[in-house]
């Protein structure tokens, strides 16, 4: 059994920074891909940022310049520095990888349970 859980939201002011951080734990022998996605209210979950086990990132394009992904391989973490939040980032934060539980499984991708950042006054 493999688990992602979510840890860092919280409430913050415009202007303000977040830093998330997703550890995977239980059954692992290697992790591919790890991202961050992101749902508003009554909005699609939409890709934020993502890192490939080399290091390669993807940011969706609001987020570049002010969110930063990073990985600590050894810890299966991945973290999310946010900076200069704004109130459109407001959303529930859900931490993605894509999971190779055996030398035998295939790659399969797991969620954590998201974590709400709230950007307001």
């Known amino acids: 059994q493999v688990q992602l859980v979510e840890s860092g939201g919280g409430l913050v002011q415009p202007g303000g920074s977040l830093r998330l951080s997703c550890a995977a734990s239980g059954s692992i022998f290697s992790i591919n891909e790890m991202g961050w996605y992101r749902q508003a209210p009554g909005k699609q979950r939409e890709l934020v940022a993502a890192?490939?086990?080399?290091?390669?990132?993807n940011y969706a394009d609001s987020m570049k310049g002010r969110f930063t992904i990073s990985r600590d391989s050894a810890k299966n973490t991945v973290y999310l520095q946010m900076n200069s939040l704004k109130p459109e980032d407001t959303a529930v934060y859900y931490c993605n990888a894509n999971i190779i539980r055996t030398i035998l499984s295939v790659a399969m991708d797991y969620w954590g349970k998201g974590t709400l950042v709230t950007v307001s006054s």
């Open positions: 890192i490939t086990s080399g290091g390669s990132t």
